[in-house]
């Protein structure tokens, strides 16, 4: 193990989250960082990499792999899970929370773990606000299409104007306390039936 | 007022009884209001039972075991109150070790012994000519289908430390990798196997109940602090999945079962294959060769439900064969506490006097009768073993 900078691999499937992690570590001088994508033979990739720290996504189903590092039979040095440290009660919610897990090789001083963890959380949730973001985006953009065509609908069947019918959305959404989107739907999905 | 409780599973066949427990409503009829989280990985259920962030889990039954007597990982004691599936696994070989199986075949090809000699004298052959040694998946360390699989190979002669690969793959992989040649075979539950064999990239070798009769495979789990901090809540939890299980037993409700559990937030798959797992009725070559087994998967049925100790024991004993756990008679102990057959039985309010007769034997197609009292003997039985004396 390097004195200065412990060597990090990072499996993650998400691109984009390894690249904003990769590049927190580096801002922060952890300079030996791996980014693994490929799950096929992994283990065989993390024993030739021999690394000191080891981040995986909680949503990898190749967490599971990893769990024979602890086979003593097979394993040249011995890693530790992160939640072994009971003590931290902490930091371990944070990161489950965060959907990230650590893998530690035995022997490196919990105080030079922990910074790279806080970043790995901190890069985590940022990169899950960013999804959600986009996600609101998504369904933002999608709604407005619903109540378009919901719309279109009242405005051939009741023959109202534009205005009209989307005031007539508006209201039966506030009376009915329901959101726009929903009322559009309903009626989407009536007119479908009854089409 | 109704209790919230957040409990995780596997999206696998076994976890039937804890589905239909929620989605028929059961659990609701008993006061509790479910949330059924889907996970990924048996690591993520059981670091999220062990924190706390889930308060039970569709568990491993050898990981149960495992995490409380602290093997490889953080020790947290887990009570298991009932059993939510005996057997469900197979294992599938591709397409050639198939072939190259039955061609060195001296016997009934669904006898595991017969196979097993089979596969040592490929794994022979292959050592001769050089070539790499095959490679078996299996889901987890501590995992029946590990036992499973090295079982049977080490019955025909086959080190599965020593003359082929034995490695860790999730079961959505599993599939993808027998058909690009990265394993060779792999023990998994259902519906992974009638998936490969529907893809036609392998065939069902056996059925695990050829090897063991009668195997835990996964158990509901919680935190033994947890069962002792709540004990009505947990009595309500396994009479509402007690309810479950005989409502999956019974032939008229397999096409609902099946329903239930295709549905995409639970495992996902389509109901056909489901339900072939549910009725023990698979189909095991591409050729389209069907086979059948009353004891495939077994919930609820023949007083699968009941944790038995001595099914605890027996995993234990495993553990220690294959080098994962030093013997110890207090590690024993321990390891049968995990099965809570007294919890089962308060729960369903049943006594001593209406309580099962002896639970039916082991089954297994080699080595001497399983003896809890006797595992240093048992073991010793077995000519290939890691044991560290």
Known sequence: MSAESPKIVIVDESPIRAAILEEGLREAGFTGVVHISEMQSLLARIYALDPDVILIDLENPSRDILEQMFQVSRAVRRPVAMFVDQSDAASIQASVDAGVSAYIVDGLKKERVKPILDLCISRFNAFAKLQDELDRTKSALEERKVIDRAKGILMKLKGLNEEEAYVLMRSTAMREKKKMGEIAQSILTASELLK | ?389
């Open chain 2, 1 to 389: 007022m109704m209790t919230p409780l957040h409990i995780g599973f596997i999206p696998l066949v076994d976890a039937a009884a804890l589905i239909v427990a929620v989605d028929k409503g059961f659990t609701a009829a008993e006061g509790l209001d479910v949330n059924l989280v889907r996970e990924v990985s048996w690591s993520n259920v059981r670091d999220k039972l062990n924190i706390g962030l889930l308060d039970a889990a569709h568990l491993l039954a050898p990981v149960a075991i495992a995490s409380s007597l602290g093997l490889g990982h953080v020790k947290v004691p887990i009570a298991a109150p009932f059993t939510l599936g005996i057997n469900g696994n197979a294992i599938t070989v591709s397409k050639a070790l198939h072939a190259a199986i039955l061609h060195q075949i001296d016997g009934d090809r669904f006898d595991p012994m017969a196979t097993a000699r089979a596969l040592a004298r490929v794994v022979a052959e292959r050592a001769k000519i050089g070539a790499e040694p095959l490679t078996f998946a299996m889901t987890f360390p501590f995992s029946t289908h590990n036992y499973q699989l090295r079982f049977w190979m080490a019955a025909g002669g086959v080190d599965p430390d020593e003359d082929v690969r034995l490695v860790v793959l999730p079961p959505p992989y599993m599939v993808d990798s027998l058909a690009n040649g990265h394993v060779d075979a792999f023990c998994v539950g259902a519906p992974w196997n009638s998936i490969a064999v529907d893809q036609g990239v392998g065939h069902i070798l056996h059925f695990a109940s050829d090897i063991l009769a009668r195997a835990a495979e996964k158990v509901l789990a919680v935190r033994q602090n947890w069962a002792e901090k709540n004990p009505e809540i947990l009595a309500s939890l396994v009479r509402a999945v007690a309810r479950a299980a005989e409502y999956v037993e019974q032939p008229q409700n397999r096409a609902e079962v099946a329903r239930l559990l295709a549905q995409p937030e639970r495992v996902g798959v389509a109901a056909d294959l489901i339900r072939r797992t549910l009725d023990g009725r698979l189909r095991i070559s591409p050729d389209g060769t069907m086979r059948e087994s009353s004891r495939y998967l077994l919930i609820g049925r023949g007083e699968a439900a009941r944790p038995e100790p001595v099914q605890a024991a027996w995993l234990y004993a495993q553990m220690v064969r294959w080098g994962q756990a030093p013997l110890s008679a207090e590690a024993l102990k321990t390891a049968m506490a995990v099965f809570r057959a007294d919890l089962y039985d308060l729960s369903l309010k049943r006594g001593r006097a209406t309580g099962p007769v002896a639970p039916e034997p082991f089954g297994a197609f080699a080595g001497p009768d399983f003896d809890p009292s006797d595992v240093t003997g048992y073991l010793a039985s077995f000519e290939i073993g890691r044991r560290a004396s």
